[in-house]
C-alpha cells in the first residue's frame, strides 16, 4: 500500500494516436482516452497561441510524423507522477521503477511497431490492450 494514488499521461502500443489519461486513487484504476496526440495533427490544426507549448512536451522540435522513419516520437509519453507515505524509500522506488519497466516494449516488440505504427488496426491486432479503456468527453 505504498502508492495511494497516481496520475497522468500513457502511450500503450495498441495505438500511435490516442493520448491516454491514467488516473488512479485508492482501489480505483481508470484509463481515459483524451483524444490524439498533438504530433499527429497538422500545425496548422494547433492553437496559434499553444505552439510553443506543444512544441515543449516534443522529443525533438523539428519531428516529422510523415517522414519515413520513426526516429523521435513528438509529444508521446509516459508522464505518471505517484503519489504515497513510503514513496521515498530508494527499495520501494526500485520496486514501482522495475514493475513499470517491465510494463514497456521490448527492442523486438519496438521495432515491430515501428514497422506497423501507422496501421491502427494492425497495433491494435499486434498489441492487444487488456485495459477497459473509455473516451473523456466534456
Known amino acids: 500500500k ?6 497522468g499521461f500513457a502511450w500503450l502500443a495498441d495505438s500511435n494516436l490516442a493520448a491516454m489519461y491514467w ?3 485508492g482501489s480505483s484504476f481508470e484509463m481515459q482516452c483524451l483524444g490524439r496526440w498533438w504530433t499527429t495533427l497538422p500545425r496548422e490544426q494547433w492553437p496559434e497561441e499553444a505552439k510553443d507549448d ?7 522540435a523539428n519531428h516529422d510524423e510523415n517522414g519515413q522513419s520513426v526516429p523521435t516520437v513528438g509529444d508521446r509519453r509516459q508522464e505518471i507522477v505517484f503519489i504515497g507515505p513510503k514513496l521515498n524509500n530508494p ?19 519496438w521495432d515491430s511497431y ?3 505504427c501507422s496501421e491502427e ?14 473516451m473523456l468527453s466534456y
Open 2 to 7: 505504498c502508492v495511494i494514488r497516481s496520475k
Open 23 to 25: 488516473s488512479h486513487a
Open 54 to 60: 506543444i512544441l515543449s512536451d516534443f522529443d525533438d
Open 91 to 109: 527499495d520501494i522506488q526500485h520496486s514501482v521503477c522495475e514493475t513499470l519497466e517491465q510494463c514497456l516494449l521490448t527492442d523486438n516488440e
Open 114 to 116: 515501428k514497422e506497423i
Open 121 to 134: 488496426a494492425a497495433l491494435r491486432s499486434r498489441f492487444v490492450s487488456k485495459l477497459p479503456t473509455k
